[in-house]
Nanobody, 128 residues
Framework: QLQLVESGGGLVQPGGSLRLSCTASGFTLDTYAVGWFRQAPGKEREGVSYISASSFSTRYADSVKGRFTVYRDNSKNTVYLQMDSLKAEDTAIYYC?????????????????????WGQGTQVTVSS
């Protein structure tokens, strides 16, 4: 069974950090590009970060540039999202998703339709 599982979410104070993990089971993640998305209550799902299979290409939403870092450890079949300097507006359910190709065309990295497998999501709450 193909599955992506996110972990690492939780409650953190503003200015704090969290590291999310996205681990694949049933398939090898190292040949696929992966995206991170988030959805806050009452809002649409939005792209947060993207990394190609080789890690050569990454992309970040403007709202998280300079604060979030995406990287992958293919030996562990896992993609990570390091989130620093967290703000209240980062509160959301975070999802990882994989594509069926090693890289996406520029400007399509945050298109939901480009992704085939999705995790169940992990809650991130930033509050004092």
């Amino acid at each position: 069974q193909l599955q992506l599982v996110e972990s690492g979410g939780g409650l953190v104070q503003p200015g704090g950090s969290l590291r999310l993990s996205c681990t694949a089971s049933g398939f090898t993640l190292d040949t696929y590009a992966v995206g991170w998305f988030r959805q806050a209550p009452g809002k649409e799902r939005e792209g947060v970060s993207y990394i190609s299979a080789s890690s050569f290409s990454t992309r970040y939403a403007d709202s998280v540039k300079g604060r979030f870092t995406v990287y992958r450890d293919n030996s562990k079949n896992t993609v990570y999202l390091q989130m620093d300097s967290l703000k209240a507006e980062d509160t959301a359910i975070y999802y990882c998703a994989s594509t069926d190709s090693p890289v996406l065309r520029p400007q399509t990295e945050f298109q939901v339709y480009e992704y085939d497998e999705w995790g169940q999501g992990t809650q991130v709450t930033v509050s004092s």
